[in-house]
């Protein structure tokens, strides 16, 4: 870990000013190295006052990611004991799996401030701009057949939401199967990846991976009009680092519930998709249906115009929002 993020952390825990002798003592390093943390801490936005013959104190800190700002929310768990944080990284997904077919222990997770190749479903891209969005991927190992797979990321989706909900003053909803929503744009993607043993059918791993729009974002003109951000909704600063530890904790909190998928009762109460009318997308097909209902396996069930019953596991949807 580098000495600026232990010298956050001391300033976070301490009860008042911290004089560079005590913190360069207590962190087993030299006064100079404090100094130059302490800058490289205001280079990124931390309003840190010095006061002669007093030392140090924390007066403000930015809207970024840090593991010690993240650390004073988490309220432990095996999701999010390890965390690996990267100013920039193609995908965290990419570094997740990677990390997983090397055996990283479940729970294991991995974040970035920016992401260079973020990855949607479908090999499409996702926004990922640096100082306003949560780029994280956790790696799983459950023991859950592959055809119930679809249960992570409806597990995930119901995490992202109450997060939201702890952090803000909004209302989320879940948009089958992977995005979550703020009023009628989207402000999450969800992609789960898997490793699957062949022979028994079984997941090996699971990589979880989340993008979330949280602080004050102008899109792109193809964008600005179908998403969102948490603090774009709510009108107000919402800290990244607390919202990072909100999401790990509900995911500690859900994933006890996995195999009996308890939470699909509160997904399918948050879905903004039940009644509506949608387009159903599966390879090249495209056709309408209505969105009748959303079973305990996370399959979502349609009605086509001709009155068909259909129970989706996968594919996409298009939903009319306005």
Known sequence: MAIKDDVLRSLLEGDGPRSGSALA??????????????????????????????????????EALSLPEIGRWLKG??????????????????????????????G???????????????????YSPEGSGVYISFVLRP???????????????????????????VEAKIKW?????????????????????????QLQYVVAGIGVNVGPMEFPEELAGVATSISNACGC????????????????????????????EESRARSNVIGREID????????????????????LIVRTPEGKIETLRSGEISVRFR
């Open 25 to 62: 003592e207590s962190l087993g390093v030299s006064r100079s190295a404090v100094w130059k943390a302490i800058e490289q801490l205001r280079a990124e936005g931390y309003q840190i006052e010095a006061a002669t013959n007093r030392g140090y104190r924390l007066a403000s800190g930015p």
């Open 143 to 169: 023991s859950l057949p592959a055809d119930r797979a679809v249960l992570l990321t409806s597990m995930a989706a119901v995490a992202v939401a109450r997060a939201m909900e702890r952090v803000a003053d």
């Open 108 to 126: 294991m997770t991995v974040l970035a401030r920016r992401q260079s190749a973020g990855r949607g479903r479908f090999s499409r891209n996702f």
């Open 177 to 201: 199967v992977n995005d979550v929503y703020l009023g009628d744009k989207k402000a999450c993607g969800i992609l789960c990846e898997a490793g699957m043993d062949f022979e028994s059918g």
């Open 237 to 264: 600063a919402v800290g990244r680092s607390r919202f990072c530890a909100e999401l790990i904790n509900e995911m500690n909190a859900l994933y006890p519930q996995l195999e009996s998928g308890a939470f699909m």
């Open 77 to 106: 768990g095996e999701i999010g004991a390890q965390i690996e944080l990267h100013d920039e990284i193609d995908s965290t997904n990419n570094r997740a799996k990677e990390l997983a077919m090397r055996g990283a222990p479940h």
């Open 280 to 299: 159903v997308l599966r390879g090249g097909e495209r056709y309408p249906a209505t969105a009748v209902d959303i079973d305990p396996a996370g399959s």
